[in-house]
C-alpha cells in the first residue's frame, strides 16, 4: 500500500533531499505489486476523466520536475496511457524561445495550464524559473528570491478558479542518472534524447539539490502540494504518481451533468426514425 501523505511535502518544511532514499518499495510488495497498482490505477483514472470531462467545470495540472533521465516522459507515458487523449493536454517547458522571454516567465505557463474538464501535465514547468534560472545564473538573485511567492500566488489562483494542481518532483540519484546518460550514449536509439545541457546540469548536481530544496519548502502549500518521489525504480515511480492522480480526482468527485430536462421523452422517437 502507498501512502501518498509520506511523499508529501508539509508547507515549511524543508526535505534533505540527500537524505530521502531514491531506490525504495514506497511499501509495494513487488514489482508485479507495482505494476498491477499501475494498471488498475490507470483504469480508475480512465473512468474518473470521463466524469471530469463531462462535468466540464474543473481541470487538473500535474507538474513534473526533475534533473534529466529522471523519467518525466516516462511516467507521462505510463500513467496517462488510458485516458482520453480529446481531454488530456500535455506541454514541454525547453529553453524560452524569443514570443516566450519578450513576456514575463510565468505567460507561457499560465496560457497553458489545462481547460475545464482537462487534466494536463506540465512536462517541465514555471519552476524552471528558479532550477535552471537560478543554478546557471540566468536572473540576478534578487530576482529569482521573488519568483517563489509570485508562484505560490498564482497557483493559489488557479486553485480558486477550479483547477487542481498537483506537483511531483521525481527524484533520482546521481548513480542513477550516470546509468541513464550512459545508456543514452550506448544505445543508437536513444543518442537523440542527449544535450549537452544534461552534462552541465549534472556537474552541478549539488547546486540543483539546494534550488530543489528551496523550491520544496517555499513551494509546497495546501492548495498545490508538492511530492517526493523516488524514481530509481520506474514501477515504484508510475505506481505513486498514479496513485496521486487518482487520488486527485477522487477528492474532486466529478459528477455526470443531468442532461436535458425530459431525456426520457427523447425515447419516444417518431416510428420512421428508428
Ligand atoms: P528537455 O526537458 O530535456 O527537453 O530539456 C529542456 C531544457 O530546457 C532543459 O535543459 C531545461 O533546463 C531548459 N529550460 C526549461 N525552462 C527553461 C527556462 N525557463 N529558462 C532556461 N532554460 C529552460
Ligand atoms: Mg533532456
Redesign the pocket.
Known amino acids: 500500500m502507498i501512502d501518498l501523505d509520506q511523499h508529501r511535502v508539509k508547507p515549511g518544511d524543508r526535505p534533505d533531499l540527500s537524505k530521502i532514499p531514491t531506490r525504495q518499495n514506497a511499501g509495494l510488495d513487488s514489482k508485479a505489486d507495482g505494476e498491477a497498482l499501475l494498471a488498475s490505477n490507470v483504469e480508475r483514472i480512465d473512468e474518473l476523466q470521463g466524469r471530469l470531462w463531462a462535468e466540464g467545470r474543473r481541470s487538473v495540472l500535474l507538474v513534473l520536475q526533475g534533473m ?1 533521465t529522471s523519467g ?1 516522459d516516462g511516467t507521462i507515458r505510463k500513467v496517462f496511457t488510458g485516458v482520453n487523449p480529446a481531454a488530456f493536454e500535455i506541454h ?5 524561445g524569443p514570443h ?1 522571454i519578450a513576456q514575463d ?1 510565468l505567460w507561457r505557463a499560465h496560457a497553458r495550464v489545462p481547460r475545464r474538464g482537462r487534466i494536463g501535465v506540465f ?4 519552476y ?2 528558479v ?3 537560478r543554478v ?1 545564473k ?1 536572473v540576478e538573485k534578487p530576482v529569482w528570491k521573488r519568483r517563489y511567492e509570485h508562484i505560490n500566488d498564482f497557483e493559489r489562483m488557479l486553485h480558486d478558479e477550479g483547477t487542481s494542481v498537483v506537483k511531483c518532483f521525481l527524484h533520482v540519484s546521481r548513480e542513477e542518472q550516470f546509468e541513464r546518460l550512459n545508456a543514452r550514449i550506448d544505445d543508437p536509439r536513444k543518442n537523440w ?1 542527449l ?1 549537452p ?2 552534462f552541465t ?1 549534472r556537474a552541478d548536481w549539488p547546486e540543483y539539490r539546494d534550488a530543489y530544496e528551496d523550491v520544496l519548502e517555499r513551494c509546497s502549500t495546501k492548495q498545490a502540494p508538492w511530492y517526493v518521489v523516488p524514481a530509481d525504480r520506474k514501477w515504484v515511480r508510475n505506481a505513486i504518481v498514479s496513485q496521486l492522480i487518482l487520488a486527485t480526482l477522487e477528492k474532486l468527485d466529478p459528477k455526470y451533468p443531468e442532461g436535458v430536462e425530459d431525456h426520457e421523452a427523447l425515447r419516444t422517437f417518431p416510428r420512421d426514425h428508428r
Open positions: 534529466d518525466k514541454q517547458f525547453g529553453v524560452p516566450e516567465y512536462n517541465r514547468s514555471h524552471e524559473d532550477l535552471v534560472a546557471a540566468l534524447k544535450s545541457s544534461d546540469a
